[in-house]
């Protein structure tokens, strides 16, 4: 039972970065591992990166490697997603979601925040 509000999207040319922000509220925070997603136009949603309640960071996409970072304030109830060299390729829906460590059916979905680079 945590309800999730992302922001931070916006248009970036090539080259430049973003920082996504999800922020929760409504329950322990620190409970729920963050995931982050992204859906490009006529693509499915892919996962994009994981971050554990202790902030440990997962990387699942070769193409970000090096480029995105994730991050947690679990005293600020927040989780990032930094994104730095931002391509055409990055643009989509970005979505962040909570899962509860414990108790992995409750989980919870951000309202999704649009990133586009483009020139």
């Known amino acids: 039972q945590v309800q999730l509000v992302e922001s931070g999207g916006g248009l970036v040319q090539p080259g430049g970065s973003l920082t996504l922000s999800c922020t929760g509220s409504?329950?322990?925070?620190?409970?729920?591992?963050i995931r982050w997603w992204r859906q490009a136009p006529g693509k499915e949603r892919e996962l994009v990166a994981s971050?554990?309640?202790?902030?440990?960071?997962?990387n699942y996409k070769d193409s970000v490697k090096g480029r995105f970072t994730g991050t947690r304030d679990n005293a600020k109830k927040s989780a990032y997603l930094q994104m730095n060299r931002l391509r055409p390729e990055d643009t989509g829906i970005y979505y962040c979601?909570?899962?509860?460590?414990?108790?992995?059916?409750?989980?919870?979905w951000g309202q999704g925040t649009q990133v586009t680079v483009s020139s």
């Open positions: 979601q909570a899962v509860h460590f414990l108790q992995t059916s409750d989980e919870s």
């Open positions: 409504g329950s322990t925070f620190k409970s729920y591992t």
């Open positions: 971050i554990t309640r202790a902030g440990g960071y997962t």
